[in-house]
């Protein structure tokens, strides 16, 4: 298999980062117009909302938003400031873990922002998809997940 990218793959890729960022943009857009949340607010609040107890380590947290722990104690104190997050230290042999809990303020804000994201991903995404098409778009989507997972397993195996 060769290295180098034919002139179609190359306008996929193109497409492919265009429609990401263009995305991006207009459903952080709409989030902070609708609930004053940016982007990385909603995807920590989603984390911790899903967590059980609504509660989790924050390097957990960062692993699982693949942030580094510098950005993401950064953002938490931020968070924490505006009441969305607390934190604190694990009990008994979880001790010395750094715990991030969802605050009421912060479940209540991530509930009035659901279904503003919803609409917007709705209106900028899934709405440009035909709906005979939705079937063979998620099965390119995950064919693709699963790729990603290879390659990522594949080198952390060459790395190891």
């Avoid at 989603?46 to 924050?58: F, K, Q, V, Y």
């Avoid at 997050?85 to 979880?94: C, E, S």
């Avoid at 699963?146 to 790395?159: G, I, L, N, Y």
Wanted: with cysteine; net charge neutral; proline share 2%.
């Amino acid at each position: 298999m060769s290295d180098r990218t034919t002139a179609q793959q190359r306008r996929v890729w193109q497409n492919f980062l265009a429609l990401n960022e263009s995305v991006r943009r207009e459903l952080a857009r709409d989030l902070w117009d609708t609930s004053q949340l940016s982007e990385a607010d909603f995807s920590v609040l989603a984390r911790l909302a899903a967590a059980p107890g609504a509660s989790m380590r924050s390097t957990e947290c960062a692993r699982a938003l693949d942030w580094d722990s510098s950005r993401m104690s950064h953002h938490l104190r931020r968070m924490e400031e505006r009441n969305l997050v607390r934190r604190g230290r694990g009990a008994g042999a979880d001790g010395r873990a750094a715990l991030v809990t969802l605050t009421d303020v912060g479940l209540a804000a991530y509930r009035r922002a659901l279904g503003p994201h919803w609409r917007s991903a709705k209106s900028w995404f899934l709405d440009g998809i035909e709906p005979e098409r939705l079937d063979q778009f998620d099965a390119i989507l995950q064919g693709l997940l699963d790729h990603f997972q290879r390659t990522q397993d594949h080198a952390s195996q060459e790395t190891s």
